[in-house]
């Protein structure tokens, strides 16, 4: 499979729990994003990185939230001290930029917060 | 806050019948200006795109019309058939979408009826 790829696809976790997520962008794609979807309403932007570097963070929920692409491959976001305001949809997607701006999702990854 | 504004929030069509979706924006900085296609369970998938050069652009059934004076954008979807089922976001961003951060409109659910 050669699209992005995210894990867990399905996360419950314990108000105040800390969660991690993965996403692997599609080979030599140098562009990877973050966003967050919750019912009923469209992706909202969150971060993204060109390689390894993380170009736009402020859009960041809090600073509960972090996301890191150490080697320009794969990248992790954590939610720190998880609240139930949390529970959504996570989606990653990564482009090849400049040349292609289209950008391809990955399924995402479901946090339930209880 | 930079917007879009998607209407409507729900959609009935026959099948064979023309589905029509709206999008309003509001910072003239906008370039670029995707809609995409997410069915249940899923991520967002490109379906078409367009840039405020030109005002309008079809591929296969589905047309994007733009109207730069107006701020708005519109996807008309031809012959709709039920696999066209699903939600549909407007998008737009700065850069010619290779800025990474696109907005999302709140989507648009089109069920078409057999």
């Known amino acids: 499979d050669t699209g992005v790829s995210q894990n867990p696809r399905h996360k419950i976790t314990k108000r105040g729990q800390n969660v991690t997520f993965r996403c692997d962008p599609i080979s030599e794609h140098n562009r990877l994003y973050w966003y967050r979807q919750t019912l009923g309403q469209g992706p909202e932007f969150l971060t993204y990185?060109?390689?390894?570097?993380?170009?736009?963070k402020s859009r960041l929920l809090s600073d509960r939230f972090s996301a890191e692409r150490p080697k320009g491959s794969f990248s992790t976001l954590e939610i720190q001290r998880t609240e139930q305001g949390d529970s959504a949809m996570y989606l990653c997607?990564?482009?090849?930029?400049?040349?292609?701006?289209?950008?391809?999702f990955g399924q995402g990854t479901r946090l339930t917060v209880v | 806050q930079q917007q879009v504004k998607q209407s409507p929030q729900s959609l009935i069509v026959q099948k064979g019948g023309i589905s029509i979706i709206n999008c309003a924006y509001e910072n003239t900085a906008f370039d670029y200006f995707p809609w995409y296609q997410q069915f249940p369970g899923k991520g967002p998938a490109l379906l078409i795109a367009?840039?405020?050069?030109?005002s309008e652009k079809k591929e296969g059934r589905f047309t994007i019309s733009f109207n730069k004076s107006a701020k708005q954008f519109s996807l008309h979807i031809m012959d709709s058939q039920p696999g066209d089922s699903a939600t549909y976001f407007c998008a737009a961003s700065i850069g010619g979408g290779s800025q990474g951060n696109l907005i999302f409109g709140k989507g648009t659910k089109l069920s078409v009826k057999p």
């Open positions: 990185f060109q390689n390894e570097a993380q170009l736009e």
């Open positions: 367009i840039r405020p050069d030109v």
């Open positions: 997607a990564s482009s090849l930029a400049p040349l292609n701006t289209e950008a391809f």
